[in-house]
């Protein structure tokens, strides 16, 4: 199993960017589904997650900004990101449950990180 995670980039403050985050391998099927965030000299954060069931969760400086959602018919995770702020940038990592077979319980499989870097 692999995640692809693509969109990142560098914006302006106020502007906005996509992430993606596309799995492709031995799927059976998702469970819960993140977007971490890691700025330089700190550590990995929780951004935003995911249920199966679509129920989200967001990091509280990121509420009312981001949007976490998911195509499971893509194996797919997005996190759109408005009125990006500076302390935004981070190399930002998406991850997944993965079930790969119908009796397996599944396990974290992560992307390898895009740069978003905001300008103030």
């Known amino acids: 199993v692999q995640l692809q995670a693509s969109g990142g980039g560098l914006v302006q403050g106020g502007g906005s960017l996509r992430l993606s985050c596309a799995a492709s391998g031995s799927i059976f099927g998702i469970d819960g589904m993140g977007w971490y965030r890691q700025a330089p000299g700190k550590q990995r954060e929780l951004v935003a997650s995911?249920?199966?069931?679509?129920?989200?969760n967001y990091e509280d400086s990121v509420k009312g900004r981001f949007t976490i959602s998911r195509d499971d018919a893509k194996n797919t995770v997005y996190l759109q990101m408005n009125s990006l702020k500076p302390e935004d940038t981070a190399v930002y990592y998406c991850?997944?449950?993965?079930?790969?077979?119908?009796?397996?319980?599944?396990?974290?499989?992560w992307g390898q990180g895009t740069q978003v870097t905001v300008s103030s």
């Open positions: 995911i249920t199966r069931g679509s129920s989200t």
């Open positions: 991850n997944m449950r993965i079930i790969n077979t119908p009796r397996s319980l599944g396990r974290i499989y």
